[in-house]
C-alpha cells in the first residue's frame, strides 16, 4: 500500500500517514463529539512525524493540558489531535476517504450517550477512569 494522502474538506490542508499506520481508533468524551460534530472522534494513530501541506491553513486549539487539536483555518475541518508531551497525532480518518483502517480501541466508552449506537465487535474498550488511570 501507498502511503495514503488525506485532505479537509476544501482540499488546502493536505496530510499524508506512513503506510504502516492503520490503526484506528475511537473516542466518545464529551469534548471529542463537540469536535467532531456529534458522534466520536474517529482517528488513525499517526504517530509523530507527519508529511503535511497546507500548514498556514492549520489553526490550533489547546484543549487540555496535555493535548491541542487542529483544523483548518478555511473550512473547520477536524484535523487531529495531539499529545504535546509525546508529539503523537491521532488524524481524522474521515481525510482519508476510502482507504481501509483497522479499528483497534475506543476509550471514554462511559460517556458515550445512549442515543447512538457505535461499539465495534472486538475492539478493545476504555472508560474514562481506565485512560485517565484514575480508580
Ligand atoms: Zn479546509
Ligand atoms: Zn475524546
Known amino acids: ?13 493536505h496530510i499524508t500517514l506512513p503506510a504502516t499506520k492503520t490503526t484506528a ?3 466518545h468524551c464529551s469534548m471529542c463529539r463537540k469536535w467532531s460534530g456529534g458522534g466520536p472522534f474517529l482517528a488513525v ?4 512525524d507527519l508529511a503535511m501541506s497546507g500548514t498556514e491553513h492549520i489553526g490550533r ?9 487542529a483544523f483548518c483555518t478555511n473550512c473547520g475541518t477536524s484535523l487531529f489531535y ?18 481501509e483502517f483497522s479499528m483497534k480501541q475506543e476509550i471514554f466508552v462511559d460517556q458515550k450517550p445512549e442515543w447512538y449506537g457505535f461499539l465495534v465487535e472486538g475492539s ?3 472508560t474514562k477512569a481506565q485512560v485517565m488511570g484514575t480508580p
Open 1 to 13: 500500500m501507498s502511503d495514503p494522502t488525506g485532505f479537509c474538506l476544501c482540499g488546502k490542508v
Open 25 to 27: 481508533g475511537a473516542c
Open 45 to 48: 494513530h499517526a504517530g509523530p
Open 61 to 69: 486549539f489547546q484543549s487540555s493540558a496535555w493535548a491541542e487539536r
Open 82 to 99: 495531539r499529545m504535546l508531551g509525546s508529539g503523537d497525532h491521532m488524524v481524522a480518518a474521515g481525510l482519508f476517504g476510502e482507504t
Open 124 to 126: 478493545e474498550k476504555k
